[in-house]
């Protein structure tokens, strides 16, 4: 091994070191980058080694920079994050998961079933993680316990029902990993329906035969549920359904038919949530300016994550880590299909300790271009970077699990933040490990099956 590959792995070592002392990820991504440019300017200097890293290197980062506040794809970021918090000031929601809870409530385990189903709702009007899972914990918990609901899957039906939001289009994570990997985020939201409701109906399946196999459980409520579901229902029911299922059609419908790109359609969401407030008589400037407050914050927390991953991902390249990972990860096996299944397996553990950003802005960039390279021969219904698409998708599931496994699931402190003081953060941890493992068998399945991820994109222009 030469000097630089020690280095790299130098690299590696000391970022995880410093995020395990607490400090913030922005600062010490952009940190190690300045402090081992400096190591290989003072190593080439005094030991005559020939890294070819001095402090000028840093100055491409401002160009990077550049590009980022330059990309329109990016634009997208904020529309959606705003779309998402204005649908949850208008109230809609909470109406929606009220229909459900009457529509569900008679079936065993229907109030975990109403929980799935809404999340599944929000993911594609919204996308944002967090506010997804407090407003289901909000809402449902109270209904859950009082059922008599057994207190970890109900944690865990809520967490997971959550996070669906990072898969299912409007996906902000599919729009960075577009960004990074320079291909249409049209067709990586397309590839990422079915297996983002793949992800929904392994839920529902589990909370079926769960409530089969321990009814205790999972008790119908006598109260929740309606046995007469009659016209009067219905018309409710399509009223609570409407102003959500028109945001999405308006989005999502709107990039699917190729009436407008997805930078376009974040625009037409962003207003659609202003219409919707309004519409439910919950528009005021108070909250505008607590929606744009909020979006701004989002916003900055993951432009300021790109700044540091550009400069820690420059340092790293000229270092020759893209190389070593590629040689790394090629030495591992000649199957094709191997090298797939182990770079998901690291991106699974580094779920544990680092948030998606960061994986998405660091280690996708490195690994994408060996993914392209590979000779994958998968189903892929004639569409251009086919392999790439569903090697995100890959990537998309197992990056979900993120948000559940600690120490670093956010979902898991979304919830802990709104739940009531009985509730430990132990049985959060226990409540989500068969949604963890549900998910890990819906990888599978789009391992098996990569159709499931690519025969939507070829078909929808």
């Not at 990072?166 to 249409?184: K, R």
């Not at 029911?237 to 990039?255: A, D, H, N, R, Y």
């Not at 559940?404 to 049985?427: N, S």
């Amino acid at each position: 091994m030469e000097i630089a590959d020690y280095l790299v792995i130098s690299m590696f070592v000391t970022f995880m070191l410093f995020l395990f002392m607490g400090i913030p990820i922005v600062w010490v991504l952009s940190g190690v980058g300045v402090l081992f440019a400096g190591i290989g300017y003072f190593s080439d200097m005094y030991f005559d080694t020939v890294t070819g890293l001095d402090y000028s290197l840093l100055g491409l980062v401002v160009n990077r920079l550049f590009k980022i506040m330059d990309n329109w794809i990016l634009i997208a970021l904020p529309m959606f994050i705003f779309m998402g918090l204005a649908l949850d000031e208008s109230g809609s929601a909470e109406k929606l998961l009220k229909s459900l809870q009457r529509l569900f409530g008679k079936l065993r385990g229907g109030l975990a079933i109403t929980v799935v189903a809404m999340g599944v709702i929000l993911a594609a009007s919204t996308g944002i993680i967090g506010a997804s899972v407090v407003l289901l914990a909000v809402i449902s918990l109270p209904f859950m316990l009082k059922q008599g609901y057994d207190k970890q899957i109900a944690l865990g039906t809520i967490a997971s029902s959550g996070t669906l939001g990072i898969l299912i289009p409007p996906s902000i994570m599919l729009i960075i990993m577009a960004d990074q990997t320079a291909i249409s985020v049209g067709d990586l939201f397309m590839g990422a329906v079915f297996p983002g409701l793949l992800l929904g109906s392994l839920y529902v399946a589990f909370i079926l035969i769960y409530g089969f196999l321990k009814p205790n459980n999972m008790p119908i409520s006598d109260q929740e549920g309606d046995d007469k579901l009659g016209l009067e229902f219905a018309i409710d029911f399509f009223k609570s359904i409407l102003p959500p299922g028109l945001l999405i059609l308006t989005v999502l419908g709107s990039i699917f038919f190729g009436l407008a790109t997805s930078t376009e359609a974040s625009g037409l969401g962003a207003f659609g949530g202003l219409v919707l407030m309004a519409i439910s008589g919950n528009f005021s400037f108070k909250k505008l300016k607590k929606i744009s407050y909020n979006t701004m914050n989002t916003t900055g927390y993951i432009i300021a994550i790109f700044i540091g991953a550009t400069c820690f991902s420059l340092v790293l390249r000229e270092l020759g880590g893209d190389e070593l990972i590629s040689s790394a990860i090629h030495s591992i096996s000649d199957d094709p299909i191997i090298i797939v299944i182990s770079i998901l397996a690291i991106v699974f553990l580094l779920g544990f300790i680092l948030d998606w950003i960061e994986i998405t802005l660091i280690v996708l960039p490195l690994v994408a271009p060996i993914i392209a390279g590979l000779d994958l021969n998968i189903v892929s219904f004639g569409i251009e970077n086919a392999n790439l698409i569903w090697f995100l998708l890959l990537v998309a599931v197992a990056l979900q699990t993120s948000f559940l496994t600690p120490p670093v699931g956010f979902a898991l402190f979304y919830l802990k933040g709104v739940c009531p003081p009985e509730v430990e953060l132990k049985d959060i941890y226990k409540g989500v490990i068969p949604f963890v493992l549900l998910q890990l068998l819906g990888l599978v399945i789009l391992l098996l099956f990569p159709a499931i991820v690519t025969w939507l994109p070829s078909v929808a222009y």
